[in-house]
T-cell receptor
């Protein structure tokens, strides 16, 4: 399974955009890029996923590098409720999805 | 609320014992995943079932086993428990065997004393 590398922690001010980076240099052509987040005392929740093109949804945007070796999760306006651990995960499109979680980035949002 | 129900929420048991954790997936979801989250190991994928059959195996110990029943609920059995098995155990479900979004339950916190 391909691995991802994320910073251990990041800080952001409330109401400001947050860019959470992820490196996945060993990604293969059939790997989707997923982002999940885990709020304190809760199970992980889906944020967004993409394959090659940038993606937007109501929660966030996902910017994928042209060579797909890195991606960035963008929270457009961070709120205190966005404080969580954010996981960048790769998963193959063929066969079964094994979401292999790394250590993630702990995001702290300052009021 | 993700729609995935895990019971019990908390469990305290002694070393050497056996416990069963239960997971009810979201209505209509055929795939169930089990994860273990401990402080020093992060989220570890254990096993996946799809429509009653095992589809993928991760770092699951031989002392652990799982199954998915015809009504699609799943059970994770942990036996000969050790102190190191203390962790949060999460269940997730998705519609298909290969899916882009999985829904996680709130977890079962297991404490082995």
């Amino acid at each position: 399974d391909a691995k991802t590398t994320q910073p251990n922690s990041m800080e952001s001010n409330e109401e400001e955009p947050v860019h959470l980076p992820c490196n996945h240099s060993t990604i293969s052509g059939t790997d989707y890029i997923h982002w999940y987040r885990q709020l304190p005392s809760q199970g992980p929740e889906y944020v967004i996923h993409g394959l090659t093109s940038n993606v937007n949804n109501r929660m966030a945007s996902l910017a994928i590098a042209e060579d797909r070796k890195s991606s960035t999760l963008i929270l457009h306006r961070a709120t205190l409720r966005d404080a969580a651990v954010y996981y960048c995960i790769l998963s193959r499109t063929s066969g079964t999805y094994k979401y292999i979680f790394g250590t993630g980035t702990r995001l702290k949002v300052l009021a | 609320d993700s729609g995935v129900t895990q019971t019990p929420k908390h469990l305290i048991t002694a070393t050497g014992q056996r416990v069963t954790l239960r997971c009810s997936p979201r209505s209509g979801d055929l795939s169930v995943y089990w994860y273990q989250q401990s402080l020093d190991q992060g989220l570890q994928f254990l096993i996946q079932y799809y429509n009653g059959e095992e589809r993928a195996k991760g770092n699951i110990l031989e002392r652990f086993s799982a199954q998915q029943f015809p009504d699609l609920h799943s059970e994770l059995n942990l036996s000969s428990l050790e102190l190191g098995d203390s962790a949060l155990y999460f269940c997730a479900s998705s519609q298909r065997v290969s899916d882009t979004e999985a829904f996680f339950g709130q977890g079962t916190r297991l404490t082995v004393v």
